[in-house]
Nanobody, 126 residues
Framework: VQLQASGGGLVQAGGSLRLSCAAS????????LGWFRQAPGKEREFVAG????????KYADSVKGRFTISRDNAKNTVYLQMNSLKSEDTAVYYC????????????????????WGQGTLVTVSS
């Protein structure tokens, strides 16, 4: 599976961006998907995840109410809509795929995810 993230860029605080991640592979629809981010000098952290069906989503506390993860299995694409952006959201964002989620679960640790995209940089200016 190959993942290609896009949509990053420079935005002012309070603004919005939508990240997209296109995936190859016929079994995309059976994968749980996630977004992680890594800011300079910090560890990679979980941002959001979505189950294979889209019925379960999870968010980091820091982005709840501001970010929304969604997926379109027909397009093999997962999205991250980011609203009310803050300077602390500045990071490289990575999309990820878990090919063997348990019963529709969504993992929040990087160890659950086998496939990673190349990352897209989001910079929020204050």
């Amino acid at each position: 599976v190959q993942l290609q993230a896009s949509g990053g860029g420079l935005v002012q605080a309070g603004g919005s961006l939508r990240l997209s991640c296109a995936a190859s592979g016929r079994t995309f629809r059976s994968y749980a998907l996630g977004w992680f981010r890594q800011a300079p000098g910090k560890e990679r952290e979980f941002v959001a995840g979505i189950s294979w069906s889209g019925g379960t989503t999870k968010y980091a506390d820091s982005v709840k109410g501001r970010f929304t993860i969604s997926r379109d299995n027909a397009k093999n694409t997962v999205y991250l809509q980011m609203n009310s952006l803050k300077s602390e959201d500045t990071a490289v964002y990575y999309c990820t795929a878990d090919p063997s989620p348990l019963r529709g679960a969504v993992g929040v640790g990087p160890g659950f995810y086998d496939y990673w995209g190349q990352g897209t940089l989001v910079t929020v200016s204050s």
